[in-house]
């Protein structure tokens, strides 16, 4: 196998087409996570954003985006929830190998999708998931499958009808052309977790140039609850394939005790025909938001893979010596000892 590692802003266009067509060859790729747009645009604000090309003689049969520290390992891509290699489901990697020849002696992950084609031959890692909003079988059959059988609940409801006291009726747009509330959405992100402004424009950049993509299937979405004309909460996520990946969600910090965040997930699964998903993906980590509304999971695993190297080789030596050694020599010396009684 044939390792060429490029920026990801040198992936040319017959390159993107290629990784497309493994992407639609396996269901765990499927959605905006893993489109190359994705990737290439995060990397015209990041540096250090490479992509392996693993290629047979038939070919280029896989893509391994990746970014690579100073410290020689290679890490989660910010702003991308997941890490992958993307590839046909009929492949299988030596991930050790391939580290090696990109010349890093680790990769750590937080979310590796299609873990099962990756052979590690040292690392440590866990299985965690993903939690997703399925409701490719319809609404009703999602709303049945939740654990109170209600969409949102009865507390939930009980706040939409209080906000609406107080702010006169509200509605939901859900896929709006407005780009002045990405700039709202990260105002109130960068005041409700005291973040640096310069990472709350980075954002907004970021997604300013998605939502100006002319991909005809990725793309950005805003959806946004509304008082008159105040706004109210904000999402930005990404579509593809019918898969909706939400990136960044906030609200007006001044109607908290309404669980905006609650009743804008609220409006967005009882309306996802208008936001033509079926697949609502909020990503790996745990929330009470993600908890109340989840009826699916995307399998993932968590943790480091090491290359193949004569440090590893030395550190399993080490290991070898430290750990498994002295264990044989206890149960040796308690098999003598048994031996003279």
Same mark, same amino acid.
């Given at each position: 196998m044939r390792v060429d590692v490029i920026s990801i802003q040198e992936l040319s266009e017959s390159m993107k087409e290629r990784w497309l067509d493994l992407q639609s060859s396996n269901p765990f790729f499927f959605g905006p996570s893993f489109h190359p747009e994705l990737f290439v645009s995060v990397g015209k604000f990041h540096p250090h954003i490479f992509v392996a090309l693993l290629s047979t003689d038939q070919g280029i049969c896989g893509?391994?985006?990746?970014?690579?520290? %100073?410290?020689?390992? %290679? +890490?989660?891509?910010?702003?991308?929830?997941?890490?992958? *290699? *993307?590839? @046909?489901? +009929?492949?299988?990697?030596?991930?050790?190998?391939?580290?090696?020849? *990109?010349?890093?002696?680790?990769?750590?992950?937080?979310?590796?999708?299609?873990?099962?084609?990756?052979?590690?031959?040292? @690392?440590?890692?866990? +299985?965690?998931?993903?939690?997703?909003?399925?409701?490719?079988?319809?609404?009703?059959?999602?709303? %049945?499958?939740?654990?109170h059988g209600q969409v949102g609940g009865e507390d939930l409801m009980r706040k939409k009808k209080a906000l609406e006291r107080a702010m006169g009726p509200i509605h939901f747009v859900a896929d709006s052309n407005d780009t002045r509330l990405i700039r709202q959405l990260m105002d109130w992100k960068v005041l409700r977790y005291r973040q640096e402004t310069g990472w709350g424009k980075l954002h907004v950049d970021l997604f300013e140039y998605i939502q100006h993509l002319k991909h005809p299937r990725f793309q950005g979405v805003l959806s946004a609850i509304y008082a008159g004309d105040r706004v109210l909460a904000i999402n930005y996520g990404i579509r593809y394939h019918r898969i909706l990946k939400g990136m960044v969600m906030s609200f007006d910090p001044e109607f908290e005790k309404y669980s905006l965040g609650h009743l804008l997930l609220y409006f967005m699964i009882t309306q996802y025909e208008a936001l033509d998903y079926n697949v609502l993906d909020f990503g790996p980590g745990e929330h009470p938001k993600k908890e109340d509304f989840t009826n699916s999971a995307l399998p993932v695993i968590q943790g480091t893979f090491n290359a193949?190297?004569?440090? +590893?080789?030395?550190?399993? *030596?080490?290991?070898?010596?430290?750990?498994?050694?002295?264990?044989?020599?206890?149960?040796?010396?308690?098999n003598m000892a048994a031996s003279r009684n």
């Open positions: 893509f391994f985006p990746f970014l690579k520290k %100073a410290t020689d390992s %290679a +890490e989660k891509i910010p702003h991308c929830d997941y890490e992958a *290699i *993307i590839s @046909g489901p +009929e492949q299988h990697w030596d991930i050790g190998g391939i580290l090696k020849k *990109i010349g890093v002696e680790s990769w750590t992950f937080k979310a590796l999708a299609g873990s099962d084609n990756i052979k590690p031959k040292r @690392g440590d890692f866990r +299985e965690i998931d993903s939690p997703r909003v399925d409701l490719s079988e319809g609404f009703d059959k999602y709303a %049945a499958s939740l654990q193949d190297s004569f440090k +590893e080789r030395v550190k399993s *030596i080490r290991w070898l010596y430290r750990s498994v050694l002295p264990l044989a020599r206890s149960r040796r010396n308690s």
